[in-house]
């Protein structure tokens, strides 16, 4: 019975391939190495997934960049003051 179970619940998470084409179409338009693209509509499934990757490693790279600059700004400014409060929140 657990099979069973377990056959089922593989049929519902199934995704068709018409979701995955829109869920990549949607990726296309956030990405954007791809979005500005003139030739955007040719991109395979493939190149928008590592675009993506490559654009979530850049954010990520990005907000620690952020962090850290935030932590040095905070190392030069009074402890107690109220700008330290607002870069503490930002950075946690």
Do not use: F
């Not at 089922?8 to 949607?26: F, N």
């Not at 395979?44 to 962090?67: G, I, M, W």
């Not at 009074?78 to 950075?91: H, M």
Request: charged share 30%; net charge positive; proline share 2%.
């Amino acid at each position: 019975m657990s099979n069973r179970r377990s056959r089922q619940s593989a049929e519902v998470s199934r995704i068709t391939d018409d979701q995955i084409i829109e869920l990549v179409s949607k990726l296309q338009q956030l990405i954007p190495e791809i979005r500005n693209n003139r030739r955007s509509n040719k991109v395979s499934a493939s190149k928008v997934l590592q675009e993506t990757c490559n654009y979530v490693r850049s954010l990520h790279r990005e907000v620690d960049d952020l962090s850290e600059r935030l932590s040095q700004l905070l190392a030069t400014i009074d402890a107690e003051s109220p700008e330290a409060s607002i870069i503490r929140s930002l950075i946690m």
